[in-house]
T-cell receptor, first 109, second 112 residues
Framework: EDQVTQSPEALRLQEGESSSLNCSYT??????LFWYRQDPGKGPEFLFT???AGEEKEKERLKATLTKKESFLHITAPKPEDSATYLC??????????FGSGTQLTVLP | EAQVTQNPRYLITVTGKKLTVTCSQN?????MSWYRQDPGLGLRQIYY???????DKGDVPEGYKVSRKEKRNFPLILESPSPNQTSLYFC???????????FGDGTRLSIL
């Protein structure tokens, strides 16, 4: 059965304290791994797509990496505005996504 | 502005009273999908549509119906809502099924 597990469930950081979020997956025939950001009262907002092991993508203070079994979202010197829930999802077919439960990140000033 | 619009944003109703949640996108996307989001369970797919008149079940389709008569609209129908359908619902669209999806801002349904 396809599974996506995110850890930790919640993470509190001080402003400037770098850390990483983990997304481990088991899926037959990965067609892509997506990272989304979700703010309270809003729908998920697309951040990155990764397709193959070794691939990396960066955007401001965020960097996503992919291996054959997991993906990491590295947050460098976070700011309070980075506080959100970060969702990982894998494409298990051309039509369907499986989402993880998310990591709720809080960055304290 | 490119967007996915859901209505209503909030609804409290009673068991058995049919309701429809509308979803419209202005990006000429082929693919549309409905999800429900519950604490600890993440986003789960209810139904999806690859194109007009083409719909298929997701992971949790029981108790829901959809239709895709026009490319831009993808309504979610609960013909006889029950309390276990109380949830936060999201509509999403993308150019193709394997592309990043754009999400609406959600509809919070409470079924009493």
């Amino acid at each position: 059965e396809d599974q996506v597990t995110q850890s930790p469930e919640a993470l509190r950081l001080q402003e400037g304290e770098s850390s990483s979020l983990n997304c481990s997956y088991t899926v037959s025939g990965l067609r892509g791994l997506f990272w989304y950001r979700q703010d309270p009262g809003k729908g998920p907002e697309f951040l990155f797509t990764l397709y193959s092991a070794g691939e990396e993508k960066e955007k401001e203070r965020l960097k996503a990496t992919l291996t054959k079994k997991e993906s990491f979202l590295h947050i460098t010197a976070p700011k309070p505005e980075d506080s959100a829930t970060y969702l990982c999802a894998v494409h298990r077919s051309a039509r369907q996504l499986t989402f993880g439960s998310g990591t709720q990140l809080t960055v304290l000033p | 502005e490119a967007q996915v619009t859901q209505n209503p944003r909030y609804l409290i109703t009673v068991t058995g009273k049919k309701l429809t949640v509308t979803c419209s996108q202005n990006m000429n996307h082929e693919y549309m999908s409905w999800y429900r989001q519950d604490p600890g369970l993440g986003l789960r797919q209810i139904y999806y549509s690859m194109n007009v008149e083409v719909t298929d079940k997701g992971d949790v389709p029981e108790g829901y119906k959809v239709s895709r008569k026009e490319k831009r609209n993808f309504p979610l129908i609960l013909e006889s809502p029950s309390p276990n359908q109380t949830s936060l619902y999201f509509c999403a669209s993308s150019l193709q099924g394997d592309q990043p999806q754009h999400f609406g801002d959600g509809t919070r349904l409470s079924i009493l």
